[in-house]
């Protein structure tokens, strides 16, 4: 197939960016990639070729009568299915909202789409975005191309797996508790989880209010910095947003490490982490050494409350975002008993998967009257000291290391009968989204799974808040010695022969 698939975005646009032609041609390629291996990957729930072909002939036209390209001028690009692109449907992976087409674009899609991108399909994730393997599905569950029996991570399973096969190279999934990092470290893969209010939310359809985060996926550090350069910056239309400037790519080589303090919290190396992964992260680890950074051992002693106190907190706030789908405004109706509350009702029964009905009763057990302070209350107490602990931590270094998620990519359906076993997978993400900090997961290598196929490990840098850009330059430093990222898994690479 086309050596298109093998260039990250910047080299992709720099060689779209030479003619009309050549243009029209990496869009080709990359459709072409997945009409070849998404039969297997799974990962596209809308395949948007048509659209993809007539915008990429329009930017050519107005590249050859002199257009200035943007900066992802000609760039194919996947978002998630819980993201608004005007006129596409954007069905959460959930049967409620089957057919649902937003009649606008989400402010962070029009800017990737202003910026010269090429959207060609919306992909697969767990529905309403609550889960960890992308099986809390209602349609296709996406598969892992370094393993096809084994999950790509969730909730953004899609987006992950499309990168990772070299169908696109960028994509934009959302992390709530670890959506995108998580399948990032499965998928051996590039993923950053901006500081909360770095990119505008409006046109995501929401999960948890306080803790989403739309976020990139690439193969490259300087992809993911354009990506999230082209997306932050203030909107009016979220009250949440932060009122700064874009997040400016950063120019010429990385610093070096001499002056760079890494914790090394023991919470992320503990109970729970598997062997191999722990290994090569702390290889990860021993290599900034050796480029000169200094590990420093911190404390993050509320650590081990931060899954309960997330699933409190997100489940809260899914049960008030999720009232809406009610059969009334939005997706699918059922008609029940033929009253208003038997319909809304009989919607929702017929409608939710059982992950989200699970959360949904839980946070609106953890609100009612009788139960707030008790459960919900707790858990935003809990949330402060989870902040405070990161906070006390950065008095002492510049950034914080450790593995993203505990485990490999595991086997689909390995854990769908265990949902707490699920939630664990999380365990290492969950408390940077409880404080809202900017955390990226970056592969680092690979360790042997029971079997012996060679899976990816991710090793996740987390900042203080808003500083998006010391995780960048570490990374892009980690990136240039050691390689991190340039392996293909062999579903891809062999289709490069």
């Given amino acids: 197939m086309s050596d298109w698939l093998e260039l990250d ?90 057919g649902y087409a937003p009649p606008y674009s989400a402010t962070f899609v029009q800017r990737v789409i ?30 892992n191309p370094w393993d096809l029996s084994r999950t790509p991570g969730g909730s953004s399973g899609g987006s992950a797996a499309a990168v990772a096969s070299c169908m696109v190279p960028l994509a934009l999934g959302s992390d709530t508790g670890g959506s995108v990092r998580q399948p990032a470290s499965f998928c051996g893969l590039f993923g950053l989880k901006p500081s909360y209010g770095r990119v505008s939310r409006y046109g995501l359809v929401a ?23 082209v997306i932050s910056g203030a909107d009016p239309r ?37 062997q191999g992964v722990r290994e090569t992260a702390l290889a990860a680890l021993a290599e900034l050494k050796k480029l000169g950074a200094e590990l420093v051992p911190v404390d993050l002693p509320h ?20 009232a809406r789908f009610d059969g009334v405004a939005f997706g699918q109706r059922a008609s029940g008993d033929g009253s208003l509350q038997g319909m809304f009702a009989a919607t929702r029964e017929a409608g939710f998967g059982e992950e989200v009905k699970r959360r949904v009763l839980l946070g609106t057990y953890v609100l009612s009257a009788g139960y707030h302070d008790k459960w919900y209350g707790r858990a935003q107490r809990v949330r402060t000291l989870l902040r405070q602990d990161f906070e006390r931590a950065f008095e002492k270094v510049d950034l914080i290391a450790g593995p993203t998620s505990p485990t490999t990519a595991f086997r689909l359906g390995e854990r769908n009968s265990d949902p707490l076993a699920m939630y664990q997978a999380d365990a290492c993400t969950v408390p940077t989204s409880l404080a809202g900090l900017p955390a990226m997961s970056l592969p ?33 430093l980690l990136e240039r010695a050691t390689g991190a990222g340039s392996q293909r898994p062999p579903l891809a690479a062999g289709e490069f022969s």
């Fill in 9 to 98: 975005a910047v080299a992709w646009r720099a060689r779209a960016t030479q003619g009309g032609a050549a243009l029209c041609a990496g869009v080709d390629a990359s459709l072409a990639a997945i009409a070849s291996l998404d039969g297997q990957v799974q990962a596209f729930a809308v395949n948007l070729a048509d659209s993809a072909r007539e915008r990429a002939r329009a930017l050519a036209q107005r590249l050859d009568a002199g257009e200035i390209p943007g900066p992802l001028f000609g760039v194919p690009i996947a978002l998630k299915a819980n993201m608004c692109l005007e006129g596409v449907e954007t069905h959460c992976g959930s049967k409620l909202l089957k």
């Fill in 114 to 143: 202003d910026a010269g991108a090429i959207p060609v399909g919306m992909t697969h994730m767990d529905e309403f975005a609550m889960g960890s393997s992308s099986e809390n599905s209602a349609y296709e569950t996406p598969r």
């Fill in 207 to 229: 999960f948890g209010s306080s803790l989403d985060a739309v976020s990139p996926l690439a193969r490259s550090v300087r992809d993911i910095e354009q990506l999230l350069f």
């Fill in 238 to 274: 979220d009250a949440t947003c932060c009122d700064l400037p874009a997040l400016e790519p950063g120019s010429g080589d990385p610093p070096e490490a001499t002056s760079l303090r890494i914790g090394v919290p023991a919470e992320y190396f503990g109970a729970g982490i598997e």
């Fill in 303 to 322: 650590t081990s409350y931060a899954i309960p106190t997330y699933y409190v907190v997100a489940t809260a706030e899914a049960s008030s975002n999720l």
């Fill in 444 to 476: 680092v290598g690979f360790t042997a799974a029971a079997d012996g196929t060679q899976l990816p490990v991710g090793l996740q840098l987390i900042a203080p808040a808003l500083e998006e850009a010391r995780i960048l330059r570490l990374a892009a």
